[in-house]
């Protein structure tokens, strides 16, 4: 898949799941789980014992998925992600040397910021999106204050975003969102209560439909 098309499949989905785990056990049973739902576009983060390999079987268990490499702090890890299978890479803070390495191999790359001239700077750097981390502080106002001086730039808060709030994140003029627990919790995935995540997933849906049909 396409760069290009990467990321309209997450402009169209406008939900990133966000998977954090203490280990990899169960995590494509998750993934089915969740697209049971109708998410397909799912972040993994480094963060999970073992996420390279991870995202490597994922990929070639779940080839119509879209599997991204979270909490990635330098080239290394990003080239090592890709090269493993990973479709997009996400930071929690700028990280230019990142940047530098997924736009050499045309890998869409969301990194973090919070304030505008983070913001700023890591548009300018080249990210394709910017990650707003972490957006539970500040809510959905903060987003559509940011897009008033900063219409361009993708934004894609992170943390806090849940079912009944992720309306009000993309009213507010977010490009896309990605949620964590509140989509994957832990209980479910040690549990492997595979219908919790479903049903969670759907809720998500539900709501960005909503949005999209009032538009």
């Given amino acids: 898949m396409k760069k290009d098309e990467v990321l309209a499949k997450i402009k169209a989905e406008k939900v990133i799941a966000l998977i954090r785990a203490d280990s990899s056990d169960g995590l494509l049973d998750c993934a089915r789980a969740l697209a049971a739902g109708g998410l397909t576009s799912i972040e993994l983060t480094m963060t999970t014992p073992g996420a390279i390999g991870m995202i490597k079987l994922a990929c070639r268990e779940l080839p119509d998925f879209i599997f991204g ?3 990635v702090l330098d080239a290394k890890t990003a080239r090592e992600g890709i090269e493993a299978g990973a479709k997009f890479i996400v930071t929690p803070g700028f990280r230019p040397e990142v940047i530098a390495h997924c736009r050499s191999v045309n890998v869409p790359i969301f990194s973090g910021a919070l304030t505008p001239t983070e913001i700023i700077n890591t548009w300018d750097a080249g990210a394709d999106a910017v990650k707003i981390f972490p957006a539970e502080f500040f809510g ?4 559509k204050s ?8 993708p934004l894609v808060p992170t943390g806090g975003v849940n079912a009944e709030n992720v309306g009000e994140f993309l009213k507010a003029g977010a490009y896309a969102t990605a949620a964590g627990s509140s989509l994957v919790e832990a209980k479910a995935l040690k549990e492997k209560n ?3 995540v479903t049903a969670k997933a759907k809720a ?4 960005v439909a909503a949005v ?3 538009k």
Wanted: charged share 5%.
């Fill in 140 to 143: 959905p106002a903060y987003i």
């Fill in 194 to 196: 595979w219908a919790a």
């Fill in 204 to 207: 998500f849906v539900a709501s």
């Fill in 212 to 214: 999209a049909a009032v």
């Fill in 69 to 71: 490499l979270g909490t």
């Fill in 146 to 153: 940011i897009k008033g001086p900063l219409p361009h730039i």
